[in-house]
């Protein structure tokens, strides 16, 4: 799959990305929908850069939470923030599922740990 210059919006139900391979160009993947909408990327390897047209979107966003398993994620032009790839936005109700990632890679291409940075235990 190659998006360029596109959003892929959608309004109800699951968005899976498997055993693909995708690259994203100033492009975005959202799931808008009220209830369990996940987005997800299984088997696959996406190259993706954060500079889609609407700054306030994440490369992968949804309410109901963005999970990658058994995938390799490259970012390109994030700033170092893992928001402006995958983000778990909110439902009107204020709550949120969660950014799961399980048995793979993500890498912001660019990004260097400081000095002061330390490894996280999960």
């Known amino acids: 799959m190659t998006l360029t210059d596109s959003s892929l919006n959608l309004g109800h139900g699951d968005f899976l990305l498997q055993d693909s391979n995708a690259t994203l160009t100033r ?3 959202h799931s808008w929908g009220e209830t369990g909408n996940q987005l997800g990327v299984s ?3 996406v190259v993706a850069a954060c500079d889609s047209r609407d700054d306030h979107f994440a490369v992968f966003e949804s309410a109901a939470g963005v ?3 058994a995938s390799a994620i490259s970012f390109r032009n ?3 923030d893992a928001s402006n ?5 909110r439902f009107l109700d204020g709550s949120s599922g969660g950014i799961d990632i399980d048995k793979s890679s993500v890498h912001f291409e660019g990004c260097m740990a400081s000095k002061e940075a330390r490894p996280i235990l999960v």
């Open 78 to 80: 994030c700033s170092c």
């Open 67 to 69: 999970y990658v398993e």
């Open 43 to 45: 088997n696959s390897t």
């Open 85 to 89: 790839a995958l983000k778990a936005s």
């Open 27 to 29: 492009s975005f993947v």
